[in-house]
């Protein structure tokens, strides 16, 4: 077969657009391409593993076998470019447009409030749009499916979720909106609430105003595309780019010769597997022949006893194709294509599904792969091509485990797999166990099946599959070959498991760890197994009235057997209506949709890495650290020099100012702390130039004692960051001798990744005049970003400029990290002369920028046997990791908070920083008050547990009742507080409930329910703090953090604002807070709008900035709206104080009059407002202060039911009732609420880093840290905010509610213990289980204790 020597053309659509690629490089991605090539940045980059979806896109193609257009979503990051030859691209911006048309799925997710941040949006959108294109009214089920490979860290789903349901055929949504009664609310009488019902409002948008979906409006499928799709050309495309070649054979005859010839070349069908292998495992193909013109790998063929599937048919179409099967055979045919099916729907997102192939799947043999071990029991055969002709070899455990003499050879390919049908008498069924439900690879999987000899209960043939259990998946031949022959009976159960458990011996070193778990899980999954085939032959012997009798499943056993079900969340949102008198124009207390929200759905809002290339501009890409603890004995940079693209390597030799500080180095020097740790960055002209030449760079160690990982560790070498902070008050050691009782206790809170959806990034611009320095930054503050460029590079803070547009998501993580960033990127900026681009990729993002602080917390409780807690005394430790960053205010903050609603008389809390080896921790949404507070919430179901009572009426009896002092002496009302708690009682009907969960567990042995209810009281802002206690040093390491210096070098809480009016009456707002996805720019137009009495349409924010507002405090700690507001509401007072006698000369004159006149009477239009912050202060030596402004108040009461066989757990419902006061803007306070509670939700239930022994982070991607998904939020979902009864000193009476809701995610939390509990009592396990959070499945399994756990003592090995 001839090879034409030069490259052929790619051509292929986007948007309608022909695109033709000369001399296409076959490594470039879709997304890359798009973003670079075509500037189309609506297109997202946060994971590049295909694990999030915000590279969403939708791709249509011609079916050669049905002659129809597929439309299917695929993740842009994964995808070559070669793969899409014929095929048309459809991105956000095909879409629809702000400046032409608006795409219905736009509007409705912005106007829906379902964008806070917007750096998912485009994804989201793009998936729901492929969705449509293929369903224009979709059902709640496909929704689901089709938004599960979404990620969104911001707005909890609900409100995505919302948008896509107006689409849909059976709306479940409360029908009743609007009318202030909601069927979804039984309790609902507001007995308690100081308001009528007609003074609620349940509508946060208005869906009547939608525009209707049109499918005659899409762009059609390209006719050129389809004249080229009708009439294939059979020629072999060859794209040959720099280091790989892309052939694509156009016959199969073609393919098979190409096969023969370059044997080590892989099939890249779905590139799913390859991909991520080529990018991080460094995998390297120099041939990637593609099977994607071959229809012959697409036939499906339907036969009397089986079906035939092409390999390179995509597991969407297989899902497809067996769904249809199943419709069409009896049920006893369809065992095997059932058991894959229930797998097909949580494996992967929709977009992995649409892109991987089943022969792509098969061949990769991944331990943890779904379909495998099905494939494997249901007797699959995989129907091999190759030159010399067609073979069959059996998809079984020796083709599975990789044995050279029954797989593929070289020059062979995988044609079709062929399934067989089940027959009468047989049973297969599909086992998984993931972190969660959706989009989470498994823990354990497994595939089962057996054959009974008719009419009886003996095992005529058995075989069992498990994958993650191993380097490949497993299967236990062994014991299933023993067990032949033996009846279907409770023996044979305990037989069984005895086999299972020796035959599949995981060793204690397992790949992954969880190894008593997964042991657990094999005989778990089997005793489910088990009596799912007791219950399909009562099934079957009901027909048969003589048949044998086979052993009964007892009813408490009955909930073994079902699977939790994908379902969406249905809920309503209630808040205070604003008063009827007040001004239609007026927009403060509205639901007004987030500024960019619209701008989010169609890709239009620009964030960082979106800043089209400027001229020069080079890539920056950092090297870190690889051991936690060593001294740097050599770095040699001369090979990564040598490579072409090479600019520079940035060490901290070239800084020209100060390297950070002695304890918190920019770039490392002579010794390293951790693993991430940075010591230099290289500067190339493209980014794959500069991550090639970052494995270059030689750095030689000398390992240094001691290596320091956990919590334990830092104890035992006395290595902490600052001195204890203690508070105390009455007489603890006193009151614990006169108490009933005592309870001492251990608690463990893992640490938290921020997962923001937009990863660190800087763009650094030099200008060529008197040192200037643009710096476009992804910041929560932007203030310290420029004096830390200041320092680095000696250069006065009137130089640097940083700009703010807005932030794909920060939750504290882009307070103090950017500015290390930018600093360095400004290094290489003035030693190059050249601008620099630094965007972390996700891996880097997660090594280096730390997270929340893990805590390590004891206590001792004394109580009196009716519930009374007369004593209490904790004493915590946090992870700080390995230098200061936050970690002795993140210290004090939970200390202060440690009470949460509780008034003890006698309390002593104590808390340390340990140092560590690890990347420095951080502030984090909630500041150590969500890991505090647990370890007091913990108290409070561990003196329940020993009085015999309900952790409720512990947490009622020992709650604040009146008007009183916290420990740290600052008064306050706890009125609000206790409106919530009784409100959220009510709204939940909490006690009907609760004896509802208690009959359930009385009626089920294998599924419990728990239910929590969790009160709150969360002090916002930063705490005021007087310092005469610490030492000069640690002072100084202090003043480096921005947060501290929000403390201490500003007025604690100032903020400012620049307000113009232009000659038109249009009005440009600045102020110094960012925009990170809270809306805080909407919310100071709001206030602007209110304050000179004009439209929100006459103003604009264009971006935050360091020249318009300077010295500005970090956009942190909840109170950024707060204060920029009574900056911005000063400014405008100000300007209207000038217009004031002009208005009065004309009263009757418009705003535009005004202006023009006030113009020509040289007044000035422009005016600075300023904030000076509320008093503040705390005396740490005193133990006593006023640190905080205002408390938050609030409460949440959860419903789960958690598997005991599996450890997973569905949330049923949860009700929120937070105190808002006044809100700004309900539709931003209640996402604020959901996004913070499914934040909370996260750490509690799913969240875990996973460290090696050595201190190297394992989970540096959503593969491994899995976020909640749009299957995670309650089933059930209602958030309400308290009417407003106080009036705080803050911005017209609102309250600031960005951090708070994280810590009722703990409801969820607490839930799940008790339904543990609840499990734990039924199997008199009397021993009290330590509370670790996040209550994992493996957690929870392992408490679950019962006889499969004790069949599985740990294993030694
Ligand atoms: C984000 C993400 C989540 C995932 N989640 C899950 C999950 O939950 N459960 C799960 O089981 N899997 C999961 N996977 C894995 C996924 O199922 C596999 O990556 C996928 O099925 C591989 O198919 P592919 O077509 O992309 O293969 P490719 O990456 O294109 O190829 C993989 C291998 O198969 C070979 N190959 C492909 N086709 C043929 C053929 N016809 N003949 C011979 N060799 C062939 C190639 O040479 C290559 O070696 C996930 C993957 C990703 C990226
Ligand atoms: S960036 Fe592509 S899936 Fe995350
Ligand atoms: S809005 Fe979804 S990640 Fe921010």
Same mark, same amino acid.
């Given at each position: ?24 490089? $076959? ?108 369903? $224009? ?17 911001? =707005? ?88 790989? =070649? ?292 009562? &099934? ?26 994908? =379902? ?22 509205? $639901? ?42 050599? *770095? ?157 590079? +000696? ?35 003035? &030693? ?26 004891? /206590? ?18 946090? +992870? ?124 089920? /042995? ?23 206690? *610490? =030492? ?108 004031? $006698?002009?208005? &009065? ?45 205002? /408390? ?32 700004? +803007? ?24 996973? /460290? ?106």
């Amino acid at each position: 077969m001839p090879c034409p020597p030069k490259s052929d053309d790619l051509v292929f659509f986007v948007n309608g657009r022909k695109v033709i690629e000369r001399n296409v490089d $076959p490594e470039v991605t879709l997304l890359s391409f798009l973003r670079k090539n075509l500037r189309l940045t609506g297109t997202k980059y946060a994971c590049g593993r295909g694990g999030c979806g915000a590279c969403t896109v939708m791709v249509s193609k011609r079916d050669p076998l049905s002659a129809k257009i597929r439309h299917f979503s695929i993740t842009a990051c994964l995808v070559p470019i070669c793969s899409l030859y014929g095929a048309a691209v459809t991105t956000v911006e095909g879409v629809g447009s702000i400046n032409t048309r608006l795409h219905p799925v736009q509007e409705r997710i912005a106007k829906s409030h379902g964008t806070q941040c917007g750096f998912c949006t485009p994804g989201m959108v793009m998936s729901m749009y492929t969705l449509l294109r293929n369903h $224009p009214q979709p059902s709640e089920e496909q929704l689901l499916e089709a938004l599960g490979g979404n990620l969104c860290r911001c =707005t909890g789903y609900r409100p995505i979720l919302a948008s896509g349901r107006t689409f849909c055929v059976e709306s479940n949504g409360c029908q009743q909106k609007g009318t202030g009664k909601c069927c979804l609310d039984p309790g609902g009488n507001d007995s308690s609430s100081l308001l009528r019902e007609s003074d609620i409002c349940t509508e946060l948008f208005a869906e009547d105003e939608f525009q209707p979906l049109d499918p005659t409006q899409e762009l059609i499928f390209p006719p050129e595309l389809l004249r080229m799709a009708e009439k294939p050309e059979k020629q072999t495309l060859i794209f040959r780019g720099e280091r790989v =070649t892309w052939i694509s054979p156009g016959t199969l005859k073609d393919l098979l010769e190409l096969k023969a010839k370059h044997p080590e070349a892989p099939l890249i069908s779905g590139n799913t597997s390859l991909g991520p292998a080529m990018k991080s495992q460094g995998h390297f193909y120099p041939i990637l022949l593609s099977p994607a013109r071959i229809s012959e790998l697409s036939m499906v063929s339907k036969t009397s006893d089986g079906l035939t599937i092409g390999a390179g048919c995509s597991l969407a179409q297989v899902k497809d194709i067996l769904a249809e099967r199943v419709s069409e055979l009896p049920e006893e045919k369809t065992q095997t294509y059932r058991a894959l099916l229930k797998h097909l729907r949580s494996l992967a997102g929709q977009q992995i599904r649409n892109m991987a192939s089943l022969g792509g799947h098969i061949i990769s043999r991944h331990c943890y792969s779904d379909l495998n071990p099905i494939l494997a029991v249901g007797n699959a055969t995989l129907n091999l091509i190759s030159e010399e002709g067609t073979r069959q070899i059996p998809l079984n455990e020796h083709f599975l485990a990789g044995l050279a003499s029954v797989d593929l050879k070289p020059e062979e390919i995988l044609e079709s797999v062929y399934i067989p049908h089940s027959q009468k008498w047989e049973f297969v069924s599909a086992f998984r166990q993931a972190q969660c439900q959706q989009n989470a690879l498994a823990d354990v999987n497994a595939g089962m099946r057996v054959v009974l000899k008719e009419g009886t209960d003996t095992i005529k043939d058995l075989s069992i599959a498990y994958g993650g259990v191993g380097a490949a998946t497993v299967s236990a031949q062994k014991s299933c070959q023993q067990l032949v022959g033996r009846p279907w009976n409770e023996l044979m159960l305990e037989e069984a498991c005895r086999l299972l458990l020796e035959e599949v011996s995981l060793p204690g070193w397992a790949p992954g760890g969880k190894v008593e778990f997964k042991r657990t899980l094999v005989v778990s999954f089997f005793f489910k197994f088990y009596l799912e085939v007791l219950q399909e032959l009562k &099934k079957l012997v009901k027909f048969m009235p003589d048949s044998h009798h086979y052993p009964e499943i007892s009813d408490q056993f009955l909930s073994a057997l079902e699977d939790f079900p994908i =379902t969406g969340s249905q809920g309503v949102q209630r808040y205070q209506r604003v008063d009827s008198h007040q001004s239609l124009q007026d927009p403060v207390g509205r $639901p007004i949709m987030h500024l960019s929200g619209l701008k989010h759905a169609t890709g239009e809002a620009i964030f960082c890495d979106d800043i089209p290339m400027v001229d020069r501009e080079l890539f920056m890409v950092l090297v870190t650290s690889t051991r936690a603890h060593a001294k740097i004995i050599s *770095v040699d940079l001369s090979q990564a020099l040598d490579l072409p693209g090479v600019i520079d390597v940035i060490t901290a030799e070239d800084i020209p100012g100060t390297n950070g500080t002695e304890d918190d180095k920019l770039m490392a020097v002579d010794e390293v702390l951790c693993v991430g740790h940075i010591i230099c960055a290289v500067v190339a002209e493209t980014e794959l130039q500069a991550k090639s030449a970052t494995e270059k760079i030689k750095i030689t160690y000398e390992d240094l004692e001691p290596v320091i990982i956990t919590i334990n560790d830092a104890i035992k070498h006395n290595s902490f960051l600052c001195p204890e902070k203690k508070l105390e008050q009455g007489n603890v050691e006193e009151a614990f001798e006169k108490v009933d009782q005592i309870v001492e206790g251990e608690v463990h809170v893992g640490g938290q990744e921020h997962f923001y959806m937009e990863t660190q990034r800087v763009l650094v611009i030099p200008k060529a005049e008197d040192k200037e320095l643009d710096i476009y930054v992804s910041t929560q503050d932007p203030a310290h970003v420029q004096k830390t460029v200041s320092s680095t590079l +000696n250069i006065p803070i009137n130089r640097i400029t940083c700009h703010v547009k807005r932030v794909g998501g920060g939750f504290g993580g882009k307070v103090g990290r950017p500015a290390v960033f930018g600093a360095i990127a400004a290094v290489g900026a003035i &030693k190059t002369g050249h601008p620099i681009r630094l965007v972390l990729d996700r891996k880097d993002d997660m090594l280096i920028t730390g997270g929340r602080h893990p805590l390590f917390g004891k /206590y001792k409780v004394g109580f009196m046997n009716n519930g009374r807690i007369k004593a209490l005394d904790i004493e915590c430790f946090v +992870n700080g990791g390995c230098m200061l960053d936050d970690s002795e205010l993140v210290t004090e903050f939970l200390i202060l908070k440690l009470e949460n609603a509780y008034k003890i008389r006698n309390l002593r809390f104590r808390g340390r920083a340990c140092m560590t080896n690890l990347p420095s921790n951080t502030a984090f949404r909630g500041f150590g008050f969500p890991q505090g507070t647990l370890i007091t919430e913990s108290c409070i179901t561990a003196v329940a547990a020993k009085c015999g009572l309900l952790p409720e009426k512990i947490r009622e009896k020992n709650m604040y009742k009146t008007v009183d002092k916290t420990i740290y002496k600052q008064a306050f009302s706890p009125e609000t507080l206790i409106r919530c708690w009784n409100e959220c009682l009510d709204k939940s009907s909490f006690h009907s409930r609760r004896m509802q969960v208690e009959e359930f567990n009385k009626k089920n /042995y294998w599924k419990k329910k728990g239910m929590a209810i969790i009160p709150m009281k969360f002090s916002v802002g930063f705490a005021a703090t007087s310092y005469h206690q *610490v =030492t000069i040093a640690q002072n100084r390491s202090k003043l480096q953090n921005p947060t501290w210096k929000a403390c201490f070098s500003d007025p604690p809480y100032s903020a400012a604002a620049l307000v113009h009016i232009y000659t038109d009456g249009s009005v440009l707002v600045t102020h110094g807070g960012n925009e990170l996805g809270q809306g805080i720019h909407t919310k100071m137009l709001q206030v602007a709008s209110r304050e000179l009495n004009i439209p929100m349409s006459s103003l604009h924010i264009c971006e935050t900035s360091t020249a318009t507002v300077p010295n500005t405090i970090a956009t942190a700690a909840s109170i950024g709206s707060d204060v920029n507001g009574r900056a911005v509401q000063n400014a405008c007072q100000i300007l209207l104080k000038r217009l004031e $006698p002009i208005i &009065k000369k004309n009263p009757e004159g418009t705003w535009e009059d005004w202006i023009e006149a006030a113009f020509e009477q040289r007044i000035s239009l422009s005016a600075t407002g300023y904030f000076r912050g509320y008093k503040a202060f705390m005396d740490w030596e005193k133990g006593e202060g006023d640190p905080f402004p205002y /408390y938050v108040y609030g409460a949440a009461c959860s419903e789960v039911e958690v598997d005991c066989l599996t450890g997973a757990h569905k949330k049923i419902r949860t009700d929120i009732v937070m105190d808002a006061c006044c809100s700004l +803007n309900p539709a931003i306070d209640i996402g604020q609420v959901e996004g913070s509670f499914i934040q909370g939700m996260g750490l509690y239930t799913t969240e875990e880093l996973k /460290y090696s022994p050595e201190g190297v982070l394992y989970s540096r991607g959503p593969d491994e840290y899995k976020i909640p998904t749009i299957a995670d939020v309650p089933e059930e979902f209602n958030v309400s905010l308290l009417p407003s009864s106080q009036t705080p000193p803050t911005i017209y009476s609102s309250k600031g509610l960005g951090e708070s809701g994280m810590f009722l995610g703990s409801s969820v939390f607490f839930a799940i213990t008790d339904a543990v509990a609840a499990a734990r009592r039924e199997r008199d396990t009397v021993e009290d289980f330590t509370v670790r959070s996040p209550a994992t499945p493996e957690w929870v399994r392992m408490a679950c204790a019962d006889r499969f756990t004790e069949m599985t003592p740990t294993a030694k090995g």
